[in-house]
């Protein structure tokens, strides 16, 4: 689906509201884990050596969002993901940060051969 150009104001909170969502790192790290498979909340907190408390708090934002799913499996919740589309995003993050990554290397790398004193490598 092609987004409208120019957006309109609510669509363009609804899309910053989503990217805030997932635009914290522990929260992110949740949902690398959950690519994996379902876990609970502790299997979660183990993994990350973060607080339950904490892990519950960003789930909860995770899950409030619609990004996550949750059920109950005796006393434990288990949660797994309800939006796959966030991986899509996340992969489209992390190919411009290769590319940006690539860029500089070779910009560092050029600098380092023109500097007096270096020879290039060969």
């Known amino acids: 689906m092609a987004l409208p150009s120019p ?3 609510e669509l363009a909170e609804m899309i910053a509201s989503r990217l805030r969502v997932i635009g ?3 929260r992110i790290r949740i949902l690398d884990l959950l690519r994996e498979r379902d ?3 502790s299997e979660i907190t183990e993994r990350l050596g973060t607080s339950q408390q ?3 708090k960003h789930l ?3 899950l409030q969002a619609g990004v996550v799913s949750r059920r109950k499996h005796g006393n434990a919740s288990i949660y797994s993901i309800a939006d796959r589309g966030v991986y899509d995003l996340c992969e489209q993050v992390c190919g411009g940060l290769q590319a940006q990554l690539a860029e500089l290397s070779a910009l560092v790398e050029g600098a ?3 500097r007096p004193g270096t020879t290039a490598r060969g």
Do not use: F, K, Q, R
Request: glycine share 6%; aromatic share 0%; net charge negative.
């Open 24 to 26: 914290e790192p522990l």
């Open 7 to 9: 957006l309109t104001p």
């Open 39 to 41: 876990l609970s909340v």
């Open 60 to 62: 909860g934002i995770l």
């Open 112 to 114: 380092a051969s023109t």
């Open 54 to 56: 904490n892990a519950s």
